[in-house]
């Protein structure tokens, strides 16, 4: 059985800091893993799509990697910004299932 | 333009009635989702169409059927209300083949009191 799990659940910086956001799976049986932005009281938008058969993506001042092996990826923001404060998920596809699996999300909040 | 989009946003219901939530999307995709968020904000799968077929039945109560119309449709019916069915209910759609990704629906926010 699939889990995914997020660390850390809440996350609170200084502006301008970079951060990494951390998702780990149990099973490494996946087509892709897609990271996610929750605002509150909204619904989901897709950050990153990460392939099984790459490494990382990249789009503006996220970077997400992804090692498959170990289970793992991480989603690294740079230059933070108040805007960016949300809830970030990730989301793994299993292998020959067209289900997508959450992780328990990072609620970040990033300070003026 | 809105690629999947969900009515209402809200609804607020008593116990015991029934309602229906629907979904649409825009994006030419074949396979299309229902998901739950509970007050932790968890996101769990309850259903998936492809191609209308259903294909996922996350052991959903029977009080819950979904229809699918058509490959751009999923619409989430609810029998007999339960205070436990308050949540955030999600639409999504992808395609089936591996490398592409899901879209979401702003949510419909299900407060049965």
């Known amino acids: 059985k699939q889990e995914v799990t997020q660390i850390p659940a809440a996350l609170s910086v200084p502006e301008g800091e970079n951060l990494v956001l951390n998702c780990s799976f149990t099973?490494?049986?996946?087509?892709?893993l897609q990271w996610f932005r929750q605002d509150p009281g909204k619904g989901l938008t897709s950050l990153l799509l990460?392939?099984?058969?790459?490494r990382e993506q990249t789009s503006g001042r996220l970077n997400a990697s992804l090692d498959k092996s170990s289970g793992r990826s991480t989603l690294y923001i740079a230059a933070s910004q108040p805007g960016d404060s949300a809830t970030y998920l990730c989301?793994?596809?299993?292998?020959?299932?067209?289900?997508?699996?959450f992780g328990t999300g990072t609620r970040l909040k990033v300070l003026a | 333009d809105t690629a999947v989009s969900q009515t209402p946003k809200y609804l607020v219901t008593q116990m015991g009635n029934d309602k229906s939530i629907k979904c649409e999307q825009n994006?030419?995709?074949?396979?299309m989702y229902w998901y739950k968020q509970d007050s932790k904000k968890f996101l769990k799968i309850m259903f998936s169409?492809?191609?209308?077929?259903?294909?996922i039945n996350e052991t959903v109560p029977n009080r819950f059927s979904p229809k699918s119309p058509d490959k751009a449709h999923l619409n989430l019916h609810i029998n007999s209300l339960e205070l436990g069915d308050s949540a955030v209910y999600f639409c999504?759609?992808?395609?089936?083949?591996?490398?592409?990704?899901?879209?979401f629906g702003q949510g419909t926010r299900l407060t049965v009191v």
């Open positions: 999504a759609s992808s395609q089936a083949r591996a490398n592409t990704e899901a879209f």
């Open positions: 989301a793994v596809r299993r292998e020959g299932t067209y289900k997508y699996i």
């Open positions: 990460i392939q099984s058969s790459q």
């Open positions: 994006l030419g995709h074949d396979t």
């Open positions: 169409y492809n191609n209308k077929e259903l294909i």
């Open positions: 099973d490494s049986a996946i087509y892709n």
